[in-house]
C-alpha cells in the first residue's frame, strides 16, 4: 500500500486536512498492520469524534468502508458500531451540511452486504445495525437481512436484523411469526415492527386484534426483560432510550396492542411494569379521544403505588387539563401525603395536574408556589381571582423579587378581563417599567372598570413617550398603550392615529389584532390592511384577515386568506394560529362554509390533535365555529 493512491487506501486525498488530524492517514493505515491496530483504532475513533458533518470525517468514513474487508474480528465489530452510530445522525436528511456524508454513507451498502451473513455474530449485528442507521432499503440488502434470520442463532444479531426489516421494510407479515419467540428482546424487535407498520395482519390467517394484541404482549415481555428501564444499547441504539416511553406511544395507535400491554403490565409483581401499564395508560389517553374512564382509574391508582410508579401516574395526570379532573381527589391525597405540599420539590408536578384541572383546591397552593416554573400553568380560572389578587398585587408592587413570575401574573390578569380590576394600581406602576406592554395589554382587557381608577392618564403618556424600558418607537409600548387608552375611556383617536401609522410603517400582527378590535372605526386604514392578506408570514396574514372583515364586512378575501391556514390539522396537528384561524371563522359565520369539511372532520375524529388540553381547546373552538357558520 503506497502513500500515493495504491490500494485501498488513497491517503493522498486527505492531505491538506486541518491541523491535529495529518495523522489520520497512518491510523486508517494502522487498521490493517499487524501490532498496530487496537492503538490505531482507539486514536482514530478519537480524532473523529461526532463531527460528521466535516469533509474529513466524509473522506475518513469512505476509506473506513472500504476497509472493512481487510480488518480482524474485533476492529469489524467496532468499526460497525462507530458506523452505525454516526450514520444515523448523518442520514437524517439529504440536504445540509452533513450532504457529503450523507452520500458516502447511503452509496456504502454494497460494503456492507456481505457482512450480513459474517461468521461472527458481532459482525452480524453491527452490519444490519449500519444498514437500519443508513436506511437503505434496497431489495438485495432486505432479501439478505430476511434469510439470515431464517436461521440466525444469536440472540443479540437476530434483535438487529429484525429492527432491520421492520424499519428499512414495514413487512408486518414477515414480523408476525416472530412475536412469539422464545427470547422476549426478539419478540420485542419484532412488535416494533409490527406496531410501527401499516400492514393489517391479514395475510397470515390473524386478524388485526390477535396480530396487534400478540404485539401488545411482547412489549410486556421485552420490557419485563429489560427491567423495564433502557434497552441494551447494542444494537437498540437510539431506540433503548426511555424505552418504556417509546413502546407506550408506538403502541397507542393500536387499540388491541395497547389494551394488551396493559393488561400484561398491571398488576405485575415488578414495578418497572406497573409503571409501563400507566405510561401505556396515559399514551393511550392522549392519542384517541374516547374518554375511557377505566384508564384515568388505573392512571390513578398508581398513585397509591412505589414512588417510580406514582411519578408515572402523577406525569399523566398534568398531561390530562381538565380531562384527568375525576382524578382529583387521590391527587390530592397524593400531595398531602407528600408532607408541606407548598414547598417540597417532588409535588410540583402534581400541583401543575390540579392547577390545569381547575381543581379550586389547588389556588392557596399555586399562590404559595407561585415562582415555580411547574405552574406555568394557563389559563387560571376567573373564580379564584379573590383567592389570587392579593398574592398578585404583592408581587406586582415589588417587580424585582421573583421576577419570573411577574409575566405570568400579568397574562392571567389581561386572561382574566374586569375580574382583575382590583389590580389597576399595580398596572399602572407597572408602566414606567420594562413590563409597560403586558401591563398595558391587562388594563387594556380590564377595560372601563380601570376608568375610574384613573387608569387612562397614565396610558395617554405612554402613547406618547418616546422609547424606553419596554417601549420602541412602533412596535411596543405605544400601540399597546393606544389600543388600551381606548378601551379604558372609549376615546378611539389614540388608538387610530398610532396603530393607523403602524399598520402603514408595515409593522404585523399585534397592530392588526388592535385594528381588528376597532373594527369599522379603524376603516381609513382598511387600505393599509389588504396587501397584508397575501404577505409572508402567517400570524400577519391570519391577523390582517381577521381585522379586514372587521373592518369592511367583506368575508370573501379573509376566508380565502384563511383557509390554507388550517392545514396541519390534516396532519392531526394543532398550532396557536390553527387555534386562532377556527375561531375567526366562527366569528365570520355562514361566509365561512368553506371550511366545513375540514371541520366536520376534527369534530368527528376519534384521536386527538396535539395533546389532551389543546385538543380539548380545539374541539371547543370547532363546535362553537360550527354552530356559528351552519346557524346562519
Known amino acids: 500500500m ?19 488530524t495529518e495523522e489520520i492517514p497512518g491510523l486508517l493505515r494502522g487498521l490493517v498492520t499487524v501490532g498496530q491496530r487496537r492503538a490505531s483504532w482507539r486514536r482514530l475513533e478519537a480524532k473523529l469524534g461526532w463531527q460528521c458533518d466535516t469533509p474529513l470525517f466524509a ?70 445495525w449500519v444498514l437500519r442507521s443508513i436506511r437503505c432499503s434496497q431489495t438485495a440488502v432486505l432479501d439478505a437481512l430476511r434469510q439470515r434470520a431464517a436461521v440466525e442463532d444469536d ?27 422464545g427470547h422476549p428482546l426478539v419478540g420485542l424487535a419484532a412488535a416494533r415492527g409490527v406496531l410501527a407498520s401499516p400492514g393489517t395482519g391479514t395475510g397470515t390467517g390473524r386478524d388485526t386484534g390477535t396480530a396487534e394484541g400478540a404485539a401488545g404482549r411482547a412489549v410486556a415481555r421485552g420490557l419485563a426483560a429489560a427491567g423495564g428501564q433502557r434497552l441494551p444499547d447494542v444494537p437498540w441504539w437510539p431506540l433503548g432510550f426511555e424505552a418504556v416511553q417509546r413502546f407506550a406511544e408506538l403502541s397507542a395507535p393500536h387499540p388491541y396492542a395497547s389494551a394488551a400491554l396493559f393488561e400484561a403490565a398491571a398488576g405485575h409483581r415488578s414495578a418497572d411494569l406497573r409503571r409501563a401499564a400507566v405510561v401505556a395508560a396515559g399514551a393511550r389517553l392522549r392519542y384517541w379521544r374516547d374518554p375511557a374512564p377505566e384508564l384515568w382509574a388505573a392512571v390513578a391508582a398508581g398513585l397509591d403505588d412505589e414512588p417510580d410508579v406514582a411519578s408515572a401516574s402523577v406525569e399523566a395526570l398534568a398531561e390530562g387539563g381538565a380531562a384527568a379532573a375525576p382524578c382529583a381527589d387521590p391527587l390530592v391525597r397524593h400531595v398531602e401525603r407528600a408532607g408541606d405540599a407548598a414547598h417540597a420539590v417532588a409535588t410540583g408536578q402534581a400541583l401543575r395536574a390540579l392547577v390545569g384541572m381547575g381543581d379550586d383546591r389547588a389556588a392557596d397552593w399555586y399562590a404559595a408556589r407561585l ?81 375610574t381608577r384613573r387608569a387612562g392618564g397614565p396610558l395617554a403618556a405612554l402613547v406618547t413617550a418616546g422609547p424606553g424600558p419596554g417601549r420602541h418607537a412602533w412596535h411596543g409600548g405605544a400601540q399597546t398603550a393606544a389600543w388600551a387608552y381606548w378601551r379604558v375611556t372609549g376615546d378611539p383617536e389614540p388608538a387610530l392615529r398610532v396603530c393607523g401609522a403602524a399598520v402603514r410603517a408595515g409593522l404585523g400582527q399585534p397592530v392588526l389584532r388592535y385594528l381588528a378590535d376597532l373594527g369599522p372605526l379603524a376603516a381609513p386604514h382598511a387600505d393599509a390592511v389588504r396587501p397584508l392578506l397575501t404577505c409572508p408570514g402567517e400570524w400577519s396574514r391570519t391577523g390582517a384577515a381577521e381585522a379586514w372583515w372587521r373592518i369592511t364586512g367583506d368575508a370573501t378575501p379573509a376566508v380565502s386568506a384563511l383557509l390554507p ?56 373552538a370547532v363546535r362553537e365555529a360550527l354552530t356559528a357558520i351552519e346557524g346562519t
Open 155 to 181: 440472540p443479540t444479531a437476530l434483535v438487529s436484523q429484525l429492527l432491520a426489516v421492520g424499519e428499512l421494510s414495514g413487512d408486518r407479515e414477515w414480523l408476525l411469526p416472530w412475536l412469539d419467540h
Open 371 to 451: 415562582g415555580s416554573h411547574w405552574l406555568d400553568v394557563a389559563p387560571l380560572p376567573a373564580r379564584w381571582a379573590p383567592r389570587l389578587l392579593p398574592v398578585f398585587r404583592r408581587r406586582l408592587a415589588d417587580p424585582g423579587r421573583e421576577s419570573q413570575a411577574v409575566p405570568r401574573i400579568l397574562r392571567t390578569l389581561a386572561e382574566w378581563g374586569p375580574a382583575a380590576a382590583p389590580a389597576v394600581p399595580e398596572l399602572v406602576g407597572l408602566l414606567a417599567t420594562r413590563g409597560a406592554r403586558a401591563a398595558a395589554e391587562a388594563l387594556g382587557a380590564i377595560g372601563p372598570a380601570a376608568a
Open 565 to 620: 391556514e388550517l392545514a396541519p390539522l390534516a396532519r392531526h396537528s394543532v398550532t396557536p394560529l390553527v387555534l386562532r384561524t377556527v375561531r375567526v371563522l366562527g366569528a365570520i359565520g355562514g361566509p365561512a362554509a368553506a371550511a366545513l369539511p375540514v371541520l366536520h372532520e376534527v369534530a368527528s375524529s376519534p384521536r386527538r390533535y396535539g395533546g389532551i388540553p389543546m385538543d380539548e381547546e380545539l374541539l371547543g
Open 2 to 20: 503506497s502513500e500515493r493512491g495504491a490500494g485501498p487506501v488513497a491517503w493522498d486525498v486527505l492531505e491538506g486536512v486541518p491541523a491535529g
Open 59 to 128: 473522506q475518513a468514513a469512505a476509506h473506513l468502508f472500504v476497509l472493512l474487508p481487510q480488518l480482524d474480528r474485533r476492529r469489524l465489530a467496532q468499526v460497525l458500531d462507530f458506523l452505525a452510530r454516526r450514520g444515523h445522525h448523518a442520514c437524517l436528511s439529504p440536504v445540509g451540511v452533513h450532504r457529503r456524508t450523507y452520500e458516502v454513507f447511503t452509496g456504502a451498502w454494497p460494503h456492507l452486504l456481505p457482512l450480513v451473513a459474517h461468521e461472527a455474530a458481532g459482525v452480524r449485528t453491527g452490519a444490519a
